[in-house]
């Protein structure tokens, strides 16, 4: 018999959820054949059999938590598919009923001689046994409140016990019991709390353990960080214009779309070359300033937020940016990312205009200190230069930063910066 175990699938994943079993108990399976999905904190996985053979038992269920080295089921190398697995159990069955039969005539005898032992003990007692010494009503008394003569202190010079002993010591197992009960009664109280009940219909269902993981990671870069948002606003009309001249011959150049997001791409990492803090993270009491642009961009799932990393970003050209960001945010939604698409980032974009978010603080993705968040864009009346109105599109952008090492002077100047180059477009594909 093979076990099959969770084996190591990277560095930094050493559990995971059982999300759904590929093959059935009594199957035939040839080694390195998937067999079952193993959801992750980043990404999905599929765990293969290391020994072909006949599944023969299923230790983890869908669902079920694992760690790497849990044993997950057991295969039959010399077993046939079918019926291997009801012919052993039919087996295992007959020396069971054997061996019950001898246990049960020894209970009987105990049973028997249990009743026994208990009349001895009370016939000990009342006759005395032990040397207490107590008055025939103390005894009647402690036999109705059913309190051990040997528990009760007398207050006798001559150490006998009187009914007033046998009371007093009644009112003091009482005042026990009830202080032992007490955070008993509160600890229930708790775990009560924790699930609240409802008068109406609701439903209850279990977190993900990505959900899980997002939850926890986004509470603790709130607490571990000092997290501030500054906001200002872009005006489109440029790149707007420009997407409007250029995105024909783009498309058919690069057989690719000209989108917002490469823009923003590279207005991030030139004003990142300008304020190199932002691109940086705290490491125990050292600043590591990093020396590349690897730009996650946030891509929303039916299972959550996933962050895949644009390597390089700033070697790359318009139509690498959006070739890269279309890639990667096929595989999130298809659930295709490898873990290195996920590690490593520098600096995070998020962009919730895509759902109509006009405003929001985009929470850090630890252990990044700087995350720009995006938001749709809407006509609106702006006052221009020379007094005149104008209607223009325009998007508020929020960047929120971590001000243990980056000032509020140097944020709001980043976020200057971005804006300036959105709005002057042509500068920004001059510089690359």
Do not use: C
């Not at 001249?245 to 917002?260: A, C, N, S, T, V």
Request: aromatic residues 4%.
């Amino acid at each position: 018999m093979k076990e099959i175990k969770v084996p190591e699938l990277a560095e930094s994943i050493t559990e995971g959820t059982i999300a759904e079993w590929l093959v059935k108990k009594g199957d035939k399976v040839s080694k390195g054949d998937p067999i079952l999905e193993l959801e992750t904190d980043k990404v999905n996985v599929e765990v293969n059999a290391d020994a072909s053979g006949v599944l023969t038992e299923i230790v983890k269920d869908a669902g079920d938590d694992v760690e790497v080295g849990d044993v997950i089921a057991k295969v039959d190398e010399n077993g046939e598919a079918g019926g291997s697995s009801d012919d052993s159990s039919d087996q295992k069955e007959e020396p069971k009923e054997e061996k019950k039969e001898e246990p049960k005539g020894e209970a009987n005898q105990e049973k028997k001689e249990k009743p026994k032992e208990k009349e001895e003990k009370a016939a000990e007692k009342e006759s005395g046994k032990g040397d207490v010494v107590a008055t025939p009503a103390a005894r009647k008394r402690a036999r109705e409140l059913g309190i051990e003569l040997s528990e009760i202190s007398a207050r006798d010079p001559l150490g006998r016990i009187r009914p007033e002993d046998v009371d007093a010591a009644a009112s003091g197992s009482q005042e026990k019991e009830t202080k032992q009960e007490a955070p008993k009664k509160e600890k229930k109280a708790e775990k009560n709390n924790e699930k609240t009940e409802f008068d109406k219909p609701v439903e209850r269902v279990k977190m993900s353990r990505r959900r899980q993981t997002i939850a926890k990671r986004l509470v603790e870069a709130q607490q571990n960080s000092a997290m501030l948002t500054t906001f200002n606003e872009v005006d489109m009309s440029a790149v707007m214009q420009l997407r409007k001249e250029r995105k024909e011959d783009f498309q058919k150049k690069h057989d690719i779309k000209l989108g917002f997001m490469s823009f923003f791409t590279k207005a991030v990492i030139g004003a990142l070359k300008e304020f190199p803090l932002l691109n940086a993270e705290i490491q125990g009491n050292e600043i590591v300033k990093k020396k590349f642009y690897d730009i996650g961009m946030a891509v929303s799932t039916d299972e959550g937020l996933v962050v895949p990393v644009i390597r390089d970003a700033d070697r790359l050209g318009f139509a690498g940016v959006e070739k890269d960001i279309s890639r990667l945010a096929k595989k999130a939604i298809n659930k295709e990312l490898q873990l290195d698409e996920l590690q490593g980032g520098s600096f995070t974009i998020t962009n919730g205009g895509t759902f109509g978010s006009m405003l929001s603080t985009p929470i850090l993705n630890a252990p990044q200190v700087g995350i720009l968040g995006l938001h749709n864009i809407q006509k609106r009346a702006m006052v221009m230069p020379d007094d005149s109105i104008e209607v223009r599109p325009m998007m508020y952008i929020a960047l929120s930063y971590d001000h243990r090492i980056v000032d509020g002077k140097e944020a709001v100047q980043f976020l200057v910066r971005v804006k300036e180059l959105i709005e002057d477009p042509y500068d920004l594909l001059l510089e690359g």
